[in-house]
């Protein structure tokens, strides 16, 4: 990752290969930002006049490269949209966009200063975020040499560089960006090279670096435990299911979250087979289960006074002669039953499990991330999580720290009569794991997690199945594959209790 500083070094004079400035869009024209003049003297007073001849409109992820005022003496200047800011303010996504636009718009080995406007910290911590993680690039199975080429140092250029504020936001961005990124290469990896005992080892590792708690379940342990869920989701694999506790528990904490990730290390849908093109993306199965992980690591890191208790559960879907079939019952974790009407709706059924035993850690929250159905992006798209929960105070407070994080999300309902669906529907279980209907996915998905939620416990569910996973084009600070989204939302839900 690049190494970043502050500074408050001139946009002019600075020692850099290149400058990101912000470019605001006014009316059919640009205009400059507070903390550009230095930089629109050394082009004459003529830089919005230089920027507009080559077609800059300020648009939010528009890139525009100017060469230095002075030809292969000073650095190239890139300048990236900011949007419309009618009442003055830009938003900090609005920073956090520009920063990964321009940092993408310079070549990785180049050093890169970035002029955007830093009124205050949470600006500083905003443009910071957006530069580590528009670097970002997956290159561990590129043949060719250019992985091994050193990136460009990054330097945030504001007048805030030497306050106390200033330098607690740059750590909190360097620390989230981190674990943003590990999240990314985790859903990028083959599944072949992360199955669910990789991903325990992996976790393990993390938790000897940072003195963080990590306890891992093998198939043994599960089956002593009655963790029927994970067993049989996982049983048609060559690979054996895992569940992964990760505890954190600072001194005197302020509250007691519970955080629970879907990890499915492959979903090849099981013996209700996926079509060939819907598995080609399914090694990002396990996202949830990485967000999480990487968010508690993340938040010991920073040393935020919360309790954080953490469940991945780990599995492959495989369909072989020993894989669940439709129609088999499976015990889950706590008695209840379960009739599998379709094993490719098998991510609830691990976290079902996991959800009795958050649950009886007793927290003030539960929060599971998940990439648990198709319908939620049917819903709202690739790049809109949907946020489901038992009341509405707990829906309130993810959804708004996701907001100040900048993840989009979207509240969706979960009615009463999808429970009831799902117990109607199977004639020998307590419930089934689908409706039988064609409609209303999500929800339904949503109220069979609820179900294995202890009465009492606050509890939020984000189905991430869209911006978990990027099939299009790089933009902003988002890459093409895994996103490493809801680590930054968790991150702030923390940081906003203590």
Same mark, same amino acid.
């Given at each position: 990752?690049?190494?970043?500083?502050?500074?408050?070094?001139?946009?002019?004079?600075?020692?850099?290969?290149?400058?990101?400035?912000?470019?605001?869009?006014?009316?059919?024209?640009?205009?400059?930002?507070?903390?550009?003049?230095?930089?629109?003297?050394?082009?004459?007073?003529?830089?919005?006049?230089?920027?507009?001849?080559?077609?800059?409109?300020?648009?939010?992820?528009?890139?525009?490269?100017?060469?230095?005022?002075?030809?292969?003496?000073?650095?190239?200047?890139?300048?990236?949209?900011?949007?419309?800011?009618?009442?003055?303010?830009?938003?900090?996504?609005?920073?956090?966009?520009?920063?990964?636009?321009?940092?993408?718009?310079?070549?990785?080995?180049?050093?890169?200063?970035?002029?955007?406007?830093?009124?205050?910290?949470?600006?500083?911590?905003?443009?910071?975020?957006?530069?580590?993680?528009?670097?970002?690039?997956?290159?561990?199975?590129?043949?060719?040499?250019?992985?091994?080429?050193?990136?460009?140092?990054?330097?945030?250029?504001?007048?805030?560089?030497?306050?106390?504020?200033?330098?607690?936001?740059?750590?909190?961005?360097?620390?989230?960006?981190?674990?943003?990124?590990?999240?990314?290469?985790?859903?990028?990896?083959?599944?072949?090279?992360?199955?669910?005992?990789?991903?325990?080892?992996?976790?393990?590792?993390?938790?000897?670096?940072?003195?963080?708690?990590?306890?891992?379940?093998?198939?043994?342990?599960?089956?002593?435990?009655?963790?029927?869920?994970?067993?049989?989701?996982?049983?048609?694999?060559?690979?054996?299911?895992?569940?992964?506790?990760?505890?954190?528990?600072?001194?005197?904490?302020?509250?007691?979250?519970?955080?629970?990730?879907?990890?499915?290390?492959?979903?090849?849908?099981?013996?209700?087979?996926?079509?060939?093109?819907?598995?080609?993306?399914?090694?990002?199965?396990?996202?949830?289960?990485?967000?999480?992980? $990487? /968010?508690?690591? @993340?938040? #010991?890191? !920073? %040393?935020?006074? +919360?309790?954080?208790?953490?469940?991945?559960?780990?599995?492959?879907?495989?369909?072989?002669?020993?894989?669940?079939?439709?129609?088999?019952?499976?015990?889950?974790?706590?008695?209840?039953?379960?009739?599998?009407?379709?094993?490719?709706?098998?991510?609830?059924?691990?976290?079902?499990?996991?959800?009795?035993?958050?649950?009886?850690?007793?927290?003030?929250?539960?929060?599971?991330?998940?990439?648990?159905?198709?319908?939620?992006?049917?819903?709202?798209?690739?790049?809109?999580?949907?946020?489901?929960?038992?009341?509405?105070?707990?829906?309130?407070?993810?959804?708004?720290?996701?907001?100040?994080?900048?993840?989009?999300?979207?509240?969706?309902?979960?009615?009463?009569?999808?429970?009831?669906?799902?117990?109607?529907?199977?004639?020998?279980?307590?419930?089934?794991?689908?409706?039988?209907?064609?409609?209303? $996915? /999500?929800?339904? @998905?949503? #109220?069979? !997690? %609820?179900?294995? +939620?202890?009465?009492?416990?606050?509890?939020?569910?984000?189905?991430?199945?869209?911006?978990?996973?990027?099939?299009?084009?790089?933009?902003?600070?988002?890459?093409?594959?895994?996103?490493?989204?809801?680590?930054?939302?968790?991150?702030?839900?923390?940081?906003?209790?203590?």
């Amino acid at each position: 990752m690049s190494t970043i500083t502050l500074s408050k070094s001139d946009a002019a004079g600075v020692r850099t290969d290149a400058v990101v400035i912000g470019v605001v869009k006014v009316g059919g024209g640009v205009a400059l930002p507070a903390g550009t003049e230095s930089l629109n003297a050394a082009y004459g007073g003529k830089l919005v006049e230089v920027l507009s001849g080559l077609g800059a409109t300020g648009k939010t992820g528009e890139a525009t490269l100017v060469p230095g005022p002075k030809p292969g003496k000073s650095a190239t200047l890139i300048a990236v949209g900011l949007g419309e800011a009618p009442d003055g303010a830009l938003k900090t996504d609005d920073l956090r966009t520009a920063a990964g636009t321009g940092v993408r718009a310079a070549k990785t080995t180049q050093s890169v200063a970035l002029a955007l406007p830093t009124p205050d910290a949470d600006c500083v911590r905003a443009v910071a975020e957006g530069a580590l993680l528009g670097r970002y690039s997956f290159t561990a199975y590129k043949s060719s040499d250019a992985s091994a080429e050193e990136p460009g140092n990054l330097t945030v250029l504001t007048d805030l560089s030497r306050t106390k504020e200033a330098k607690a936001a740059l750590e909190r961005a360097e620390v989230t960006a981190e674990a943003v990124r590990q999240v990314r290469d985790w859903v990028n990896t083959p599944p072949s090279d992360l199955n669910p005992a990789d991903f325990a080892a992996q976790a393990l590792k993390l938790g000897k670096e940072y003195g963080v708690k990590v306890e891992v379940m093998d198939e043994k342990a599960l089956a002593k435990g009655g963790y029927g869920g994970i067993l049989g989701v996982g049983q048609g694999s060559a690979n054996p299911p895992r569940l992964i506790r990760i505890s954190y528990a600072p001194k005197k904490p302020v509250t007691h979250l519970a955080f629970v990730g879907k990890g499915i290390t492959f979903d090849s849908g099981g013996l209700s087979l996926k079509t060939a093109t819907g598995m080609v993306s399914m090694k990002a199965d396990m996202a949830g289960a990485a967000a999480v992980i $990487g /968010a508690t690591v @993340a938040i #010991a890191r !920073l %040393g935020l006074p +919360v309790q954080v208790t953490t469940y991945a559960a780990m599995a492959e879907n495989m369909p072989s002669g020993s894989a669940a079939r439709p129609s088999d019952v499976l015990t889950m974790y706590g008695g209840k039953t379960v009739e599998v009407l379709n094993t490719d709706a098998e991510g609830r059924l691990v976290l079902g499990d996991a959800l009795v035993r958050a649950s009886e850690d007793q927290p003030d929250l539960i929060v599971d991330v998940a990439t648990l159905t198709g319908a939620c992006v049917v819903a709202l798209g690739t790049k809109v999580a949907g946020a489901f929960a038992n009341t509405d105070s707990a829906r309130d407070r993810v959804v708004d720290a996701a907001v100040a994080a900048g993840e989009a999300m979207w509240p969706l309902p979960i009615p009463a009569e999808m429970l009831d669906k799902l117990r109607s529907h199977s004639k020998v279980a307590d419930l089934a794991n689908i409706t039988g209907e064609p409609w209303g $996915g /999500a929800l339904a @998905a949503a #109220a069979f !997690l %609820g179900d294995f +939620v202890a009465e009492g416990i606050d509890w939020v569910h984000l189905d991430v199945a869209g911006p978990a996973f990027n099939d299009g084009g790089a933009s902003g600070y988002t890459p093409t594959g895994g996103t490493g989204y809801a680590v930054r939302t968790l991150v702030e839900l923390a940081a906003s209790a203590s």
